[in-house]
Structures are given as structure tokens and as C-alpha cells.
């Protein structure tokens, strides 16, 4: 009977697997021709399309000289100083006509056929713009003379430039012509970009003589020998190229003294690949579209197939599920009155044995009084999030008084306090979890946080928990006390309770109604005042290790940066993260010795790159303690000059917060080392309490945007908004930007696009030791 069954199934779905195969084969080649007729077709009318707008534009252009040149011609004003003979005048009036339409040249010829008047404008360089004489001012006009001055070729090379240009006569009493007045445009990048926006090709004009040709202008930087082989032998010789489409019009004979028989042709061009991107993208998106298709329909054709054993076979795997304690599947096996009645048993006994599991489970993991989860489902709950490594806050709720309610008013209205609390909290779609641990005490859990959001969220909830609760005619005003625990790689739960603990204890000692742990105000761990006294010998001893951390170049997708890190690699405890000694080195005033010490180590390692040809800038951490020293800045600037390192080799790297402790004496420190030469940077920059008027007085080169604003940048549109508005602002301020936090490829693309100048983060790589990161930069994409 089994090899019936086996029979059966296999013909079913040998059938429709040939079938379905036979039908993808059809649609297949119908798609594949379609789209090479389509392919042919667009390529066709985009050329269509460019020839028209290259003509409507630079017609337009001849148009509009011609009108203006015949409106300035009409000028009184200009006819008169034109008769006077003042060059001077003349000149200022001609340039008021030029400025008017923004023209690159302006040029006035008397009936003796000389040039009084010629005005350029400088179209490249620092004196972009500036408008100069023209070479020849006071010679004789080069072209003969036309009873219709303005009938001349629109065409005109003056320099290294060629203009578009157009003349209209001076007249003067009855129609005697006393003189032309013209008005030109470079024909040049400005042009060929606006053709190019318009049309999608790149644009460029080629003067063609017989001894060789020359390219003017050019809207694709990237153009190639290639290319140019190309565009020349389909101007000059009519040749085409089936990897190109090609467009060209000549325009006319440019004259020039020098040479004859000089042609200037505007062309456009694309390789038919970039042409033929979005159908080619189409095209893959069919074929992957039948492909994710077929395995597809032969899965629906061997379900159809399974259909003959499914019922027994679902029978047989349920009584499995059962032994195994699996209770939420539900059997349908066909239009049998046994089988579906056996079923309906099966599962009717399945879902009793699930209701009175779920029932003890429930009590395991809840609290009985407010039906929210306990320390057990805390644990539970929260056991995945530790092995995602994301930020985590832990908050302990107490509830303050309630022995003074339970002893006024009775163990059930303090019942019913703690019942409403529970609800107000569990009322907050942003808080991941809510469990009471004990009498008066709750817990809140929140995975995927950032310290500032956390804040006003947790300023919310004490809001709305201490809100008054009234019992009959009595109004209870409910006060709590909050520790929270935050961290961005958290390591286990009970870490967390006891620093969440040992927070709200904190809070409760100070008066406080909320407290966020940190590690001064656990001053009684062993392990802190371990480090404590092991700190200063280990500055001395050379424990520490530096560790660098790549910053790309954004424009140039180059790495020409990093950030020195120091770490305490302890020889009991291990490597000891910066976060954990820092604090102890800035209370116990060992922070100078630690700057200097991580300053002359990171000199000594850019000296021994560049004796192996790495060419690095170090970026150098320093804290607020430093910039109290004030011998600081001297000491920083002598340690360069003794090791001969360049100074703008080296950028320093300060918090805000360092500045706001005495804004004062902080900008007069980095003022100094800014006048040296010495680059200054804000870090973290967004989480500190700097206002715009402070960062406006800093003498700083850069920001660094600190990386609670970019590791999740491509998920949160507020993280966008705000790394848009500081890159606008620090560029507005003349200041360079460094992202930090970069863990995507859509993150490292989004910034570029946004004219962030620097990045680093885990997506390039995690900070490493000099002899690691020389082995990343030689076989990195980025060296």
C-alpha cells in the first residue's frame, strides 16, 4: 500500500513539474525578445529626444543675444557716450548691458570696422567671474564687416574660450549705422552640464581642423581615450560604435588666424550599458522573478502531490507532537466521518492539556497581583537580547510610601495602588517589558535605546505614574524613586539589576527622584578600587596599548586617518576597556600622565609608519582634566617638535562637555594650540550640553557625530533629520565632519551622498593594534 502511495505521488509531480518547466521556457523567450525590441526603441527616441533639446537650447541662446544685442543698440544712453568718444564711459556702460543677461563677452566695433569696446569675464580660477578688457580692445576687428553686421556666423574664438555670439547695429539719425554692438556666450561647461541634466547624455563640443582636434568643453569628468577615439571617428569619418550611442551637429566654421578649415561640432554621447541600466535591471528582475517562480510552483505541485497520504500522515505526526508536548497544531484530514472525528478528539485533548500548561506557566512567570510579568519572566524575556548586543536600560521603579498607605489605609487599597501603577506602565507602547520583582519595586526593560531618548521617555513615565490616584474621597499624590541602568553592550541581567540598584539607592540617599548609574557612584566595588591602585604604576610600566581605528576618507574612499584608543591590558584582569580606568585616571589626577603617555606613543608609531611608506594623521582623545593644566598645550607642542613629527599630522579630540566645564579657559587652551597649527576636533558631538553660541567661539577644524546618531541611520528618520541638520550646520561654520558609529554599507553611502567628509565604525573595522591595522590597510580596498 505504501508503494502505491509512492507511485501515485511521483507521477502526480513528475506531470506538473514538466509542465511548469515547459510554461517558464515559453514566458522566458516571449520576455527575452520583447525586451530586445523595447532595448532598440528607447535608445532610438533618446536620441530622438537630445537632438531636440540640444537645438532648442542652443537656438534659444542665439535668440536670446540677438534680442538683447538689439535692445542695447536702442540705448541712448550708449549711442551717445558711443558719439563722445569717452573709452572709459563707454566701457562702464557696455558692462552695465553685460551684466544685465550675465554675458561672458561684450564687444562694440565702430563703422571704421575698430574695436572700442571688448569686455571678458574670467570663466575659471579664483577670479571666476572678474571682468577684464579684451585682448583686443583698440584693433582692428579681425572679420570683414557685413552691410548686416548681425547676419554674421554666431560662431567666435577669442583666447582659449569660443562664443556664441551676436551683434545688432548703432544707429543713428535716419538709420545710419554708426557702429555694432554684440554680446557672447562661453560655449563651455555651463552649456554642456544644462544638456547633459536635460537629457541624460554626456555633452562636449570638438573643434576638428585636418591636422588634429581639440575638445572645449565636456560635462563627463571621466571621459576616457576611449571615448574620445570614439566621439573623433564618428565626427570625422561618420564611424559608429555598437558600444556607444552617438549624436553630432556641426555648427559651423570657427575662423582663426592661425589656422583654416577649423569645424566646431557639439556631440553626445552614452555607452549603450549605462543607456540600456534600468531595462537591463528590468530584464534581471524578470529572470529572478521566474526563478524565485519555479522552485516555487514544483513545492505547490509536491504538496498537491502529498495530498493522497496527507491524512494518515498528519494523524501519525500529531500522535509525535502530542508525546513530545506540542499542543497548537489543529488536524484536518479530509471528508472522512472517522478520521475527522478522530481528529476533533485528538485536538479537543490537546488543547485541555495546553490550557492547564499554560495555566501553570502563567503563575511561574507572572505576578498574581497585577498579572505582569515577574523575575522569572524578566529573565526570560530578556535572555535573547544579551546575545544581540544592542542597548539595553534597565530601570527599578519604587513605589515611595506605601508602608505609610498599607498602615493607614489597609493592605488592599495598597493592593489597588500597586494594581493601577502596574496598569499606568504597561500603558507605554515604548517600554519592551514591565515586571514587578517585589512588594513596592518594578522593573522596566528596553532594548534598542539611546541614552537621550531613554531620559524623556523615563521623564514621561514618572510623570504619569505619580499622578494622583484617588480612593473614594481620598487623593493619594504616589511619589517614586528611579535607578536605571544603560549600557550599549550589556553583559548579563544581574549586572544590570545590581547597577540599577545601586543607582536608585544612590538616588534615594541624595534625595533624588531619578539617578542613571555610572561607575563614580559605585565607589565600593572591589574592582574599582583595585584599578585604582593599580592605574599609576600601569602608566608607569608601560601596561597600556594603544589600538587604532581607521577613518575614511569619504570623497576620496581613501583611509588617511585613525584614532588612537587606549586600552590597560592588565596582567591579571586582561584588556581592560578605556570606559573602566578613564574615570578613575581623571578623579585621581593621573590624567595628564595618560595623555602624555597615549600622545608620545602615537608620535612614535607615525614615525614608524612612515619609515614603512604609511601615510597616517592620528587623531589623539583629550579630556577636560588636560585643559586645566595650563602647561598642557606647551608640553603637547614640545613632545612634537622634540620627535619632528609634522604638526598637522596630529588632530586632538575633545567632548563637548570638556568645554562646558569652563568654556572660558577651554577656548583660550585650544586657541593656542589652534594658532600652532595643531587640528581640533569636537567629539561626540550631539550628546554633550554645547549651545551654538559656544561652538561658534571654538577654534575647531572638525565634528565628530557622535554614534548613537548613525548605527541605526537607516532605520530611524530622527537619526537622518539630525545627521542632516549637523552636517548643514558644521558646513555652514566651515567645519569638516566625521561620522563615527558606521556598522552598514547604506549608512557609509547615505553620508557620502551628503558630503560628509570622513567615517569610521565596525562596517571598516573595529579598533586593532598598529601591526593589524598595517596588515587591514595592505589588503584593504581603502588603502
Known sequence: MRNTFNSIQTRIFTFFMVLLIAVQA??????????????????????SVAELVFKSEYDNRNYYLSAFAETAAKDFGLKDIFIDGDSRSFLVALNNHRKRINADLAIAVDHQGNVIGELLTTAKGPNKGKVNVGPEQGQPFRFPLATEFETNSPIYPLGEHVYQL????????????????????????ELTHSLSEQTGLNTGFLLTSEKSNQLISLSNTRFTHEDHQVISDFIEHDQTNDEYILWQSDLGEVKRDSQDNVQLHAFMYLSRNAALESAQDHWFQQLLLILLMLPMSLFVAYIIARGVTKPLTLLIKQARFIAKGNYNSKVEVGNSAEMKELAEEITAMQQAILSRENKIAFQAYHDPLTNLGNKNELIRITSSWFESKSPLAICLINIRRMTEINGTLGHVVGDMVITEVGRRLASFDEIDLVCRINGDEFVLAIEHTEQISLTALINHVQQTVEANYCYQDISLHLQTTIGISFVYYPSDLETLLRQADTALQYAKKHHQHLQIYHQQIDVNTVDRLQLVNDLKPAIE?????????????LKLNKVTHVEALVRWQHPIRGMIPPDSFIPIAEKMGQMNALTNWVINQALDQYLLWQQQGVELSIAINISAENLKDDQFCQHI?????????????????????????????????????KQHGLKLSIDDYGTGYSSLAQLKQLPVDELKIDKSFVQNLMSSEDDKIIVSSTLQLAHNLGLKVVAEGIEDEGSLKWLTQRGCEMGQGFYLSKPVDAEKLTQWLAQSKYR
Do not use: C
Open 26 to 47: 515559453i514566458s522566458f523567450a516571449i520576455n527575452y525578445y520583447s525586451n530586445k525590441r523595447l532595448e532598440k526603441q528607447q535608445l532610438e527616441n533618446q536620441l
Open 166 to 189: 551676436r551683434f545688432s547695429p548703432l544707429t543713428s539719425g535716419a538709420a545710419n549705422i554708426i557702429g555694432w554692438v554684440g554680446f557672447g556666450f562661453i560655449i563651455g561647461d
Open 541 to 553: 610600566q608601560d601596561e597600556l596599548v594603544l589600538f587604532y581605528q581607521p577613518k575614511l576618507n
Open 637 to 673: 607642542l614640545q613632545m612634537i617638535k622634540d620627535k619632528k613629527v609634522p604638526i598637522e599630522a596630529l588632530t586632538l579630540e575633545i567632548t563637548e562637555d570638556a568645554v562646558v566645564a569652563d568654556p572660558e579657559h577651554a577656548i583660550k587652551q585650544l586657541t593656542e594650540l
